[in-house]
């Protein structure tokens, strides 16, 4: 586990992201997470929502289940994902920006909550499917992350985990130049790989069904920030203003870090399909193996 030589709490991660938020909706949009490409042609906006399918798609969603977005952000999945597949979604947020966004743009079923998921409330066994959308990383507590989504998940339901992940064997200076500023830059308590996250949910009760590297199609992503950002840093004197007075500034150093921790194979960007064993069924062991899938 990459931890940063700063610690970082929910409360310096709410700060990232109230502090941040008229700066990543201008550069990037109101989906805070990568995109997803298959052809490099697409649109970025087109490659987030195809995230948001991706997810949708490993998650089987039916109309009328109940589900959580884990970290929700805007919401913007939420209400895709509400919209397209027809399910209701409580989504958490720890950013009172995001939330009041959210706030500002209502789906039918889709309730977002100001609150932290490491004491979220909600009943046991109470929801269908849950979600993560690169939320993981910013828990301080990641084996509680994956126990309170196994509590309220209902036996057999399902768990999609989109994760940032330090590459197996990131040693060197690919910790100190790359992945322990990106954590410290960006507020992440921590960086798991990809065996951390698999014992982690095995530990909580989850049989880990897939596992999907997409580093590859999802790494455009910071090159189109980068070019995004430099062009409004150049042209548009408001942005300008907000980034550079921004107190969590130093993330945009992060930027040119993060295409190079993939370029590198220092970070890799991991999708998890994981399940809540039924009532008749019992949850693999932590010597289970699972099969990467193509990407």
Known sequence: MIVPNISQDAVAVADHYDDLDPV???????????????????????AVEALVDKVGDRLRLMPGEACVDIGCGYGSTARQLAVTRGVRVTGFTISAEQADYAAAHPVPGV????????VNGLPDASVDAAWAIESSEHMVDKPRFFDEAHRVLLPGGRFVVCAWLAGTDARGWKVRHLLEPICREGRLPSMGTREEYEAMAMAAGFTVEGYEDVSRRVARTWTV?????????????????????????????????LILAYRTGAMRYGIFTLTKARENGAPHGPGTPTQPEPA
């Open 24 to 46: 990543y909706r201008r550069v990037w949009g109101d989906h805070v997470h990568h995109g997803l490409w298959a052809t490099g042609r697409e649109a970025a906006a087109e």
């Open 111 to 118: 309730d977002i909550r100001l609150r932290d998921w490491l």
């Open 225 to 257: 920030c980068a070019r995004r950002l430099v062009k409004a840093l150049l042209v548009d004197r408001e942005t300008r203003r907000l980034a550079l007075g921004a107190r969590n500034r130093i993330f945009i150093l992060s930027i040119p870090r």
